[in-house]
C-alpha cells in the first residue's frame, strides 16, 4: 500500500513553454501531497503543499504564478511549471500523506526530471 | 523555522562495518523524526522512523536513537552491505507545521566491497 506515481518520468521542453507533471496516489487518498525540487547533489527543498480542494501554500521564494498546483480530487495533484527558464531544470518530486494509514508519514513519487533547453 | 543539521556530508565504511549519521534539529516541538534512503536518480524511501515518546527503534539492521533533551537523532546501520551504498536524509517537522517536513543536507554513504 501507498504507492505514489508521478508522469512524466522525464521531460525536455524549450525555453518559454509550459510542462505539467502529474502526482496520483495509486491505493489511498491523499488530502495532502508536497511538492519538493531537487537540485544535483541537493537536499529536497520543499515548494508547496497541495491540499484537496482549497488553494496551495507556497514557501517562501517560490512563485506561485509560476508554479501552478492543482489538488483537484483526493488521488491527484499537478504542478505546472509555466514559462520554464534553463533554471528550472531540476528533479522534482511529490510526496503524499495518508493519514488513515500512518500519520505522519510522506510517500514520495519516482521524480520527474525536467530539463528546459 | 525548524533547522535541521545533518552530519557527515560523507562517510565511506568497509563492508560489514557499521555507519552512523546524525542529525540535529531546533524546535524542542518536534515529535516525529524519520529517515529517507535515496538512490541516484531514484526516489527517496522511508527506511526508519522514530516518534518522541520513544527512545530507540529498530529494524534488523537499522536503529534510529533519539536523545530529545540533546535535539539530536542518529540512524544506526550495523552489517552494512554495498547496497547500502545511497543518499541518506534525516527529516523533522517543520516549526509551527505537523505536516510539513524539514530534510537534512544528506550523507552520501558508500559501503566499500
Known amino acids: 500500500g501507498a504507492v505514489v506515481s508521478q508522469h512524466p518520468s522525464w521531460v525536455i521542453c524549450k525555453s518559454g513553454t509550459s510542462v505539467k507533471i502529474e502526482c496520483r496516489s495509486l491505493?489511498?487518498?491523499?488530502?495532502?501531497m508536497f511538492w519538493y525540487r531537487q537540485f544535483p547533489k541537493q537536499s529536497l527543498m520543499l515548494m508547496a503543499t497541495?491540499?484537496?480542494?482549497?488553494?496551495?501554500?507556497?514557501e517562501q521564494g517560490v512563485e506561485k504564478d509560476k508554479f501552478l498546483i492543482n489538488h483537484a480530487s483526493l488521488t491527484l495533484s499537478t504542478l505546472t511549471v509555466t514559462s520554464a527558464h534553463p533554471e528550472d531544470s531540476s528533479f522534482y518530486i511529490c510526496?503524499?500523506?495518508?493519514?488513515?494509514?500512518?500519520?505522519?508519514?510522506?510517500?514520495f513519487g519516482p521524480g520527474t526530471r525536467l530539463t528546459v533547453l | 523555522g525548524e533547522n535541521v543539521e545533518q552530519h557527515p556530508s560523507t562517510l565511506s565504511v568497509q563492508e560489514g562495518d557499521s555507519a552512523v549519521i546524525k542529525c540535529t534539529y531546533s524546535?524542542?516541538?518536534?515529535?516525529?523524526f524519520p529517515w529517507y534512503k535515496q538512490e541516484l536518480g531514484k526516489r527517496p524511501q522511508l527506511i526508519i522512523d522514530?516518534?518522541?515518546?520513544?527512545g530507540e527503534k529498530k529494524d534488523q539492521r537499522i536503529a534510529v536513537t533519539l536523545n530529545k533533551t540533546a535535539k539530536h537523532f542518529s540512524l544506526h546501520i550495523t552489517e552494512t552491505q554495498p547496497e547500502d551504498s545511497a543518499v541518506y536524509f534525516c527529516?523533522?517537522?517543520?516549526?509551527?507545521?505537523?505536516?510539513?517536513?524539514?530534510f537534512g543536507s544528506g550523507t552520501q554513504l558508500t559501503v566499500l566491497p
Open positions: 510526496s503524499a500523506r495518508a493519514p488513515e494509514l500512518v500519520w505522519d508519514t510522506q510517500y
Open positions: 491505493d489511498f487518498q491523499a488530502t495532502t
Open positions: 497541495s491540499n484537496e480542494g482549497s488553494k496551495a501554500t507556497y
Open positions: 524546535d524542542s516541538a518536534s515529535n516525529y
Open positions: 522514530i516518534r518522541s515518546n520513544v
Open positions: 527529516a523533522a517537522p517543520k516549526t509551527g507545521s505537523a505536516r510539513q517536513l524539514t
